[in-house]
């Protein structure tokens, strides 16, 4: 059960949103496989009150070259997502779920659309550069490089008090295509920023397996420890709906978008916490998902009451073996996570997996360090990756991880207090 304060909040939320999907770009057999060229539209970010905001980028700042060129260059295919008939069945489908611990079947229509070709690694590239520049300011240092072809950017309306999701809107000229890029993690290794709280208590209810209890030292983020390796089931299910406003943010965000772009194909990309967010906006709406070093997300999606789609093979994670974040590996009283303050322990994820295993092909060995997502762009994704090279392939094979199981030193069930 939830408490009828949130439930009126949710509904209240729900009376604002769209009640059927924008139509989406429909894909007919006389299109091939296009590329697509994005180019920066908007920064998006979280107000104070958990409004959502979107800056428009200056039509002079908008990067696209002489010869129609953008930075962010994509191959497409076509994939078959699933999605329930509308977002208001989808929600009550959930709600019944959370309060009568009752599912509901939900009719699930099919449609095929443009997505991320991602066998090709110039677009795991692409994508993997929009979400880095979601990290910073464009004055910053770290705004990503994008060559000394393109104009000179300038920062842009930003909200200095914004706090939460940040990230930006990336959009094909003619609209077709929109992009929902997803800030992450920015904290882990060092580093501050005014998202670094909020961020921390979303990823230690999301992504930990019982509220975060690295040991009898940490104030946890939920009460649902029962001493031991025992956890209670239900606690923990209700302290990620009642405390984690991150998801009703993202459906909050994705109308927003929807509603700017009504007729636009829309695919979400993000690293770490933003690849997770993304990665639950894309089972919600059924659309294209591209996730980079992201924790497992199968136990958040359980835990929020996510209906499922026949599918997942939309959504596809891309991770590293020398990062510990995605494995579920930073974990224990003295790990770097912990240190800082995180409990980031899941590691299965939905959809498909590709695997850079950096660990055994680059002697890297596993660190925290090689996390930030200008590693991936710098030292994984930028050059050929020799092993695929070898067998014909630009990228490691996506694969569904069968059998992952999570958290097994736990025992969840009914364990009062
Ligand atoms: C694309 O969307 C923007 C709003 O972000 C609008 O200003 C522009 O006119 C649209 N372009 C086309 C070709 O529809
Ligand atoms: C975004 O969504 C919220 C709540 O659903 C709504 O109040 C707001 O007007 C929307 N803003 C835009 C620009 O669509
Ligand atoms: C990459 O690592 C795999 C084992 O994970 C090994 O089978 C393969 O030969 C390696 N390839 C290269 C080019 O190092």
Redesign the pocket.
């Known amino acids: 059960m939830i408490p009828t304060t949130l439930a009126n909040f949710v509904v209240h939320l729900l009376h604002f949103w769209r009640y059927d999907w924008p139509a989406q770009a429909v894909v007919t057999p006389a299109n091939d496989n296009p590329i697509l060229n994005f180019e920066l539209r908007h920064q998006h970010a979280v107000s104070s009150t958990a409004r959502v905001v979107f800056a428009d980028v200056p039509a002079a700042q908008i990067y696209t070259h002489r010869d129609g060129r953008t930075p962010y260059q994509v191959q497409t295919r076509r994939i078959i997502t699933h999605r329930p008939s509308s977002f208001c069945e989808y929600t009550e489908a959930r709600m019944r779920s959370i309060r009568q611990a009752q599912s509901q079947i939900l009719l699930w229509g099919d449609s095929e659309v443009i997505g991320p070709d991602v066998e090709s690694r110039e677009t795991l590239l692409g994508l993997a550069k929009m979400t880095n520049n979601a990290y910073v300011e464009p004055e910053d240092p770290y705004w990503y490089d994008l060559g000394d072809d393109w104009p000179e950017h300038y920062p842009f309306g930003w909200e200095p008090d914004a706090d939460g999701f940040r990230g930006y809107v990336f959009a094909t000229p003619d609209n077709s295509t929109v992009i929902l890029s997803i800030k992450g993690t920015s904290t882990i290794v060092g580093g501050g920023g005014p998202t670094k709280k909020k961020d921390k208590l979303n990823d230690n209810l999301l992504f930990s397996c019982c509220c975060a209890s690295v040991d009898w030292t940490w104030s946890t983020v939920c009460g649902c420890h029962r001493g031991g390796w025992k956890c209670d089931q239900d606690c923990v299910e209700e302290a990620l709906v009642e405390e984690s406003l991150f998801y009703p943010i993202g459906t909050n965000l994705y109308n927003n978008l929807t509603y700017m772009y009504p007729d636009s194909n829309i695919w979400l990309t993000g690293h770490s916490l933003g690849g997770g967010l993304a990665s639950l906006l894309g089972m919600t709406f059924g659309v294209p998902v591209v996730a980079f070093e992201t924790s497992g997300d199968k136990l958040a999606a359980e835990r929020l009451h996510l209906p499922s789609p026949p599918s997942t093979n939309h959504i596809t994670h891309v991770y590293h073996t020398a990062d510990p974040i995605p494995q579920g590996v930073c974990t224990g009283v003295f790990s770097t996570c912990a240190l800082g303050g995180y409990a980031l322990e899941t590691r299965c994820h939905m959809g498909k997996t590709i695997v850079y295993?950096t660990?055994?092909?680059?002697s890297w060995s596993v660190d925290v360090r090689t996390h930030p997502i200008l590693t991936v762009i710098e030292k994984v994704l930028s050059e050929p990756w020799?092993?695929s090279v070898?067998i014909g392939r630009e990228v490691p094979e996506a694969t569904a991880e069968e059998d992952c199981v999570e958290c097994y030193s736990w025992e969840f069930g009914d364990f009062p207090k």
Request: proline share 12%; charged share 25%; glycine share 0%.
């Open positions: 295993d660990v055994s092909n680059l020799a092993p070898e």
